[in-house]
């Protein structure tokens, strides 16, 4: 088993030093840094709209910027912005983002309270298995969406139900059963947690 | 005697810099690391900030006249009476809790050889890495239009008062009125500019004044998301919004002396608000200081930003040559970053690593529709690069919905970035 990962290990660096040869890629802060105008200083977004993407899986932002790339996840501009990067760069900034810590943004949002309230409920019965700790969990591989702006919640919810962004099946399962305004007081409930 | 007591005060701060750095025996006697920043608009602000938030022990002092900036970003809809100017305008505070050190000063000379920058209030600051970020100034492609018609004729293309003379013009013009907007040559600060301006004053003119016109004399014969705009053109603005191609002017709006407004073919035009555009060139103190060249725009290492007329001055943003990269605000944040790097490399006597920008521009062309231009650069061969297959304009066919949403994420970017360039 060791001999084994030191040969997985050499042919590692013999590959890198291969590409580094002919160009060193950027670092993981210089990628990471120019996502900044859009999201924030250190991914932390001030809104009103656009995603905070700090904090979340490294796994899960690979998988978002991959759907992005091949067009499986809708998308206004990542889609033209995903596409300029290799899978290894996109590594690079996901880790980065993923150990920097993420904020919420509920204080700077109004929320509707009997909204919260229903959406405790909808949120226990349909979402926590997979949005743990209401949905402040990045371990869970599935976004961070407790805290999140409400906006960019609702759009992305929007592209799920209309099929314009392809859900796991078994989370579709459960949208499914929930019509408009209980999925806005899901919503609601995730983008006011603290 | 008040210049004496400043004086004073900046020799003590020295003193007790050289001090501290002494304290700290690491870094040794060659290792001062003292950065002066020209110009605290988008491009230096970002970089101050950038620099100290990689390595609090350079010391970055940014030197800008105006104790606030205004954005020129969404000062169209300031125009277009969607947006008060109070909120495009922005203050240093941010900036000084990083530790960055703002003076409110005119620079006046920059010495590459004795690495010294000079200002109007007679102060003169030492530096191991200069960083030259003016904007733009104007050419005299226009006869006659000087600091006098400037008033009368707004450009607007800086904002602050010149933004509010011409809103103002807007709002006390006549129902029935035409306004003109002078078109810019080639290369000029924000491509997609002058046909978003045009949109949020037609659809102004449109809701409070409809039997009123917006003419757009250009000096081009092509522009920025062309298809994108004409296809808003004809959307919503179809009665009342006109473009004219160079072609048909013989070089649009050549001469507006005394007040008499020609086009290149010697054609007199009427209107009740002009707003001018000339060409434009680097930041004045850039050509002063022998930035430039022949070109009026500044040359410069793309992996750095350093120029390569004077080693130790980088310039960033709209008065470098930054092409394919654009002269936008987002691009100017990106520049600045990669520079913000590279300085704080080469004062630590590392070696620069390799560079990535992106630039995107909104166009917000009717309150619910809103458009994109982006891209991802590399660097490839010495110089910035566009990423195949990365990038590109908003879909002439995308849904109402995603136009809708463009213009929240629009308002977003704009947030995201003055905070990133200007907040604590
Ligand atoms: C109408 C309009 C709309 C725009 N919209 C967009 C948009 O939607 N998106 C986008 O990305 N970009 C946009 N831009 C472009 C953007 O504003 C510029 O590209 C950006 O501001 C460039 O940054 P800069 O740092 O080079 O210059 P600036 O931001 O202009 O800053 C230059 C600073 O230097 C200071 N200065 C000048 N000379 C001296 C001196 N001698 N000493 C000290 N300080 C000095 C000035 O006072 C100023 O504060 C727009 C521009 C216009 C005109």
Redesign the pocket.
Same mark, same amino acid.
């Given at each position: 088993m060791p001999a084994k990962k030191s040969h997985a290990m050499l042919l590692g660096s013999f590959l890198l030093f291969g590409s580094s040869a002919l160009m060193a890629a950027p670092s993981a802060s210089m990628l990471a840094n120019t996502c900044a105008g859009c999201h924030g200083t250190n991914g932390i977004s001030v809104g009103p709209a656009s995603p905070t993407i700090a904090g979340k899986s490294a796994e899960y932002l690979k998988e978002v910027m991959e759907g992005y790339k091949s067009g499986d996840r809708h998308a206004t501009i990542m889609n033209r912005i995903a596409k300029g990067y290799t899978d290894e760069e996109i590594a690079l900034m996901a880790d980065y983002y993923a150990a920097l810590p993420f904020e919420s943004a509920a204080e700077k949002q109004t929320f509707d309270s009997a909204k919260i309230e229903a959406g405790s409920k909808l949120y226990k019965k349909n979402c926590s298995k997979c949005h743990d700790e209401n949905g402040t969990l990045a371990e869970d591989d599935s976004g961070i969406l407790g805290g999140q702006w409400l906006p960019y919640l609702q759009f992305t919810m929007v592209d799920y139900r209309s099929g314009r962004s392809e859900m796991t099946k078994k989370m579709k399962k459960k949208v499914e059963k929930l019509n408009d305004e209980e999925i806005e007081s899901v919503l609601q409930f995730f983008a006011s947690q603290k | 005697m008040k210049k004496l007591n400043r004086r004073d005060f900046i020799k003590i701060a020295g003193t007790t810099a050289a001090v501290s750095t002494l304290g700290i025996p690491s870094i040794g006697s060659a290792a001062s690391k003292k950065v002066v920043i020209?110009?605290?608009?988008?491009?230096?602000a970002t970089c101050a900030k950038y620099i100290r938030m990689a390595d609090d022990s350079v010391e970055v002092t940014l030197?800008?006249?105006?104790k606030h #900036?205004y954005?020129? #970003?969404? !000062?169209?809809e300031v125009l277009g009476g969607a947006r008060k100017i109070d909120s495009i305008k922005f203050g240093y505070d941010g900036l000084k809790k990083h530790g960055v050190k703002v003076v409110h000063?005119?620079?006046?000379g920059i010495d590459a050889g004795a690495r010294t920058v000079t200002?109007k209030g007679g102060d003169s600051f030492k530096y191991d890495r200069c960083v030259v970020?003016?904007?733009?100034s104007f050419r005299d492609n226009i006869a006659g239009y000087d600091d006098a018609a400037m008033q009368k004729m707004p450009h607007?293309?800086? +904002?602050g008062d010149q933004t509010m003379l011409l809103r103002k013009q807007l709002e006390a013009m006549a129902d029935g009125g035409t306004v003109v907007i002078a078109a810019p040559p080639n290369p000029f600060?924000?491509p997609?500019?002058p046909y978003?301006?045009a949109c949020q004053i037609a659809n102004y003119l449109k809701n409070n004044k409809p039997k009123s016109k917006v003419m757009i004399v250009d000096a081009k014969e092509a522009f920025s998301k062309q298809k994108l705009f004409m296809q808003a053109f004809d959307r919503y603005y179809k009665d009342n919004l006109e473009w004219v191609s160079s072609f048909d002017t013989d070089g649009g709006i050549t001469d507006v002396t005394g007040g008499v407004v020609k086009t290149g073919e010697g054609t007199t035009l009427k209107a009740d608000v002009f707003n001018i555009i000339p060409a434009q060139q680097a930041?004045?103190?850039a050509l002063t200081a022998g930035l430039a060249d022949d070109s009026g725009w500044c040359p410069v290492v793309h992996k750095t930003f350093e120029s390569t007329i004077h080693k130790g001055i980088h310039v960033?943003?709209? +008065?470098a040559i930054q092409k394919p990269l654009p002269?936008?605000? #987002?691009?100017?944040n990106s520049e600045a970053k990669v520079t913000a790097a590279a300085i704080v490399e080469l004062v630590n006597g590392r070696e620069p690593g390799t560079p990535s920008w992106v630039?995107?521009? #909104? !166009?917000i062309v009717a309150p619910d529709d809103g458009i994109s231009v982006a891209m991802v650069y590399n660097f490839v061969d010495g110089k910035v690069a566009k990423v195949a297959g990365s990038g590109g304009l908003t879909s002439l066919e995308s849904t109402p919905d995603d136009r809708a949403r463009e213009v929240q994420y629009?308002y977003s970017w704009f947030d995201n970035?003055v905070h990133d360039a200007f907040g604590a």
């Open positions: - | 020209v110009g605290g608009g988008t491009g230096g030197i800008e006249p105006n #900036y954005t020129c #970003y969404l !000062s169209n000063d005119m620079v006046t200002t970020a003016p904007g733009i607007a293309w800086k +904002a600060r924000c997609p500019g978003e301006r930041g004045a103190i960033i943003g709209d +008065a002269k936008s605000g #987002y691009a100017a630039n995107t521009c #909104y !166009s629009a970035i």
